[in-house]
């Protein structure tokens, strides 16, 4: 069946350093979001990426859409701890409905 | 704007029991879509509802079950409660419409554990 994987599970990072999150996909998908959900808190929609090699940016984080629309990367630059919490990758379902979440990177920050 | 709320927050049941959960969407969103949240398993779809249909369904047990009323409230009902189910429930809302890759707005989510 369709799968989102997302690497790492896990990240701890000194604050100032660089962090990536890796979403791979089983298809081709039509767009892919993510989303970041703070310790306790619900998951908050970043971003939607839509065509073949896309690349946005949003202040320090980068996300990149895959050529053949199968992977997608979030880049953070010099975190802070601010950044700390869970980042989700989520594509739309091959049977319809929602998304379809990834595992989630959860990215500690030590100040 | 105000954004998705869900009731209640908190709920404490023992196996066997049902549970009503209950979602408001943002105003004007028609799209209501539900997630159960674990540690095991991450981000599951349940099912979504837009303008009081059940448009899709997830791979969940018959025991879970929603409905959308004439103002895109919706809500989810779990029969025969198990322990598997403790969770944290997730309603997000979209503007809905034949795009089915709109913003998801999740709401707070409410937080079932089953004893």
């Known amino acids: 069946g369709q799968q989102v994987m997302q690497i790492p599970q896990y990240q701890h990072v000194q604050e100032g350093e660089d962090f990536t999150t890796y979403c791979n996909s089983s298809?081709?998908?039509?767009?892919i979001q993510w989303y970041k959900q703070r310790p306790g808190g619900h998951p908050v929609f970043l971003i939607q990426l839509v065509k073949s090699g896309e690349v946005k940016k949003q202040k320090r984080l980068t996300f990149q859409f895959g050529e053949a629309k199968k992977n997608s990367s979030l880049h953070i630059t010099a975190t802070q701890t601010t950044d700390v919490g869970t980042y989700f990758c989520a594509a739309p379902r091959d049977q319809g409905g929602k998304l379809i979440f990834g595992q989630g990177t959860e990215l500690s920050v030590k100040p | 704007k105000a954004g998705v709320t869900q009731t209640p927050r908190y709920l404490i049941k023992t196996r066997g029991q049902q549970v009503t959960l209950s979602c408001s969407p943002i105003?004007?969103?028609?799209?209501v879509s539900w997630y159960q949240q674990t540690p095991g398993q991450g981000l599951q779809f349940l099912f979504e509802y837009f303008s009081e249909t059940q448009r899709n369904k997830g791979n969940f047990p018959g025991r879970f079950s929603g409905r959308q009323f004439s103002n895109s409230r919706s809500e989810m009902n779990v029969s025969t409660l198990e322990l598997g189910d403790s969770a944290l429930y997730l309603c997000?809302?979209?503007?809905?419409?034949?795009?089915?890759?709109?913003?998801?707005?999740f709401g707070p989510g409410t937080r079932l554990t089953v004893l």
């Open positions: 298809t081709t998908l039509s767009n």
């Open positions: 997000a809302s979209s503007l809905g419409g034949l795009r089915t890759y709109n913003e998801q707005f």
């Open positions: 105003s004007g969103h028609r799209s």
